[in-house]
Nanobody, 116 residues
Framework: QVQLVESGGGLVQAGGSLRLSCAAS????????MGWYRQAPGKERELVAT???????NYADSVKGRFTISRDNAKDTVYLQMNSLKPEDTAVYYC??????????WGTGTPVTVSS
């Protein structure tokens, strides 16, 4: 019954920046962690970054120092600021919200394409 809507994807040149956002369709109670994952054609979905309610974060080694995850608890929204984009960042990006009970919800994805 919860829908997560991503936005901000698009086509950029290498070295450019994009800011992704993911907002819940309604207020969600007992949110624990939120995060971003990505999946490129022919590859498995992989973790990009996660953020806990207390703002503790972790990042995949491939994006550390270039991407920044943040959240607005009052708005049930998570963001991903992507700088210094590389062609290997090309993928469909998905957000995920996890409740304290362990129940989780996925967004439908927003595509990011980085040209060389």
């Amino acid at each position: 019954q919860v829908q997560l809507v991503e936005s901000g994807g698009g086509l950029v040149q290498a070295g450019g920046s994009l800011r992704l956002s993911c907002a819940a369709s309604r207020n969600i109670l007992r949110i624990d962690a939120m995060g971003w994952y990505r999946q490129a054609p022919g590859k498995e979905r992989e973790l990009v970054a996660t953020i806990a309610r207390d703002s503790n974060t972790n990042y995949a080694d491939s994006v550390k120092g270039r991407f920044t995850i943040s959240r607005d608890n009052a708005k049930d929204t998570v963001y991903l600021q992507m700088n210094s984009l590389k062609p290997e960042d090309t993928a469909v990006y998905y957000c995920r919200t996890v409740l304290a009970t362990g129940v989780y919800f996925w967004g439908t994805g927003t595509p990011v394409t980085v040209s060389s």
